[in-house]
């Protein structure tokens, strides 16, 4: 099976830290991007940021410029996105996707809780 397994969720206070990892498994192809979403209560999903299989772009929301930075280390299947100067309008559950062929593959979730 192809699955994203996310983690590193938390609760911090505004201006805190957090990492978040993807462990991807399953997948038939050696390069394929991966992004981060998320979605608040009552909120639309929303796009985070993405990177290609080699790192070598990325790309952010408006909203996470200058805060979040999304890598990845393709010897571990994993990706990262890490958030710094963490917001209360960060809080969200946190997803990773990425697509095999025509299919989307999208991780559990991990919940983000970030107080004033």
């Known amino acids: 099976d192809v699955q994203l397994q996310a983690s590193g969720g938390g609760s911090v206070q505004a201006g805190g830290s957090l990492r978040l990892s993807c462990v991807a498994s399953?997948?038939?192809?050696?390069?394929?991007?991966v992004g981060w979403f998320r979605q608040a209560p009552g909120k639309e999903r929303e796009f985070v940021a993405a990177v290609t299989w080699s790192g070598g772009k990325s790309y952010y929301a408006e909203s996470v410029k200058g805060r979040f930075t999304i890598s990845r280390d393709n010897a571990k299947s994993t990706t990262y996105l890490q958030m710094d100067s963490l917001k209360p309008e960060d809080t969200a559950v946190y997803y990773c996707e990425t697509t095999v062929g025509s299919t989307l593959i999208r991780g559990q979730g991990t919940q983000v809780t970030v107080s004033s």
């Open positions: 399953g997948i038939p192809s050696d390069s394929y991007a």
